[in-house]
């Protein structure tokens, strides 16, 4: 099989992550006989620099050409320290967002056995914890209008959605709900916004359609102390762009490790795959960032985009491997010996045979 994928290292620890997950997909396609044709593309601060654009028009048609995305990470100190830059790295991750269709972000919190003593919550919380939240992106404040009156003391950001948005996004839901435990938790703030109250009359109407799965709507600062609560009582969650972003971020310690999480970011066109803990600038260039979260979204690459569960599977299995014998990064090391990024990529692509 011919697997077409653009590569957008991105800023920060990006190239070194993606560096290992591309050794994974290389050793995977060499063993499973796939052709892998892979094109590297700018974004972020490294293409605000050589062409003025966080996400330049070359880039989008290489994605556009592509089978599916692998992604890095954005973001830079200097941009993130001057409030009056008019051009930023994340602006390129809304474009690219926006021009692909990119309409759900897809996190799966995991919990691994063998790091169970690293999560801040108590092994009996989070031992069965397996859930997924799908988080509404092309919509809501982050693509409202906003801005500052004269005088600069006054600002806005308008938060919008429209029926066919949340229509859609409710639906995929759903269906992730039929293919797992048919839970779905739908979370809005519908005693405040009115936005909210659009969600939750939508989601009201498309349940009937879903019998079979016992569907909950909670409000988003409810939901919030749930998974610190009882993440176990989770299946699917589906809620809005801020919501969304703030949630899975807040779940993403429960592993123990930011660096451990992959996502899938899935719509009208080419589908991206990304690790979630962002640029970590502060690690940039010391070898020391944890590369399987990037491993893992490359598994989800070969499950969503290409439906190749085999590939998929034995990439899971082999960072379970890795984790299992302490063949990981300084953030997880635990006192043991801690591997370098490459050390840890070279491991993981010497498993595949």
Known sequence: MKLNIAVLSGDGIGPEVIDQALKVVNAIGKKYNHEINLTHALTGAVAIDETGNPYPDETHEIC???DAVLF???GHPRFDNDPSAKVRPEQGLLAMR???GLYANIRPTLVFPSLLHKSPLRR?????ADFVCIRELTGGIYFGDKGRNETRDKAWDVCEYTKPEVERIVRLAYEYAMKRRKKLCIVDKANVLETSRLWREVAQGIEKEY???ATEYLFVDAAAMRIIQWPEGFDVMVTENMFGDILTDEASVISGSMGLMPSASIGLHTSVFEPIHGSYPQAAGKNIANPLGTVLSAAMMFEYAFK???EANEIKDIV???LAEGIVTVDIADGGKAYSTSEVGDWLASQIV
């Open 211 to 213: 019998p079979e799965v």
């Open 308 to 310: 190749l569960m085999d």
């Open 98 to 100: 926006k021009k692909l």
């Open 64 to 66: 556009m050409q592509a």
């Open 124 to 128: 009996e919380l989070i031992e069965n």
């Open 320 to 322: 379970n491997k890795s």
């Open 72 to 74: 890095g990470a954005i």
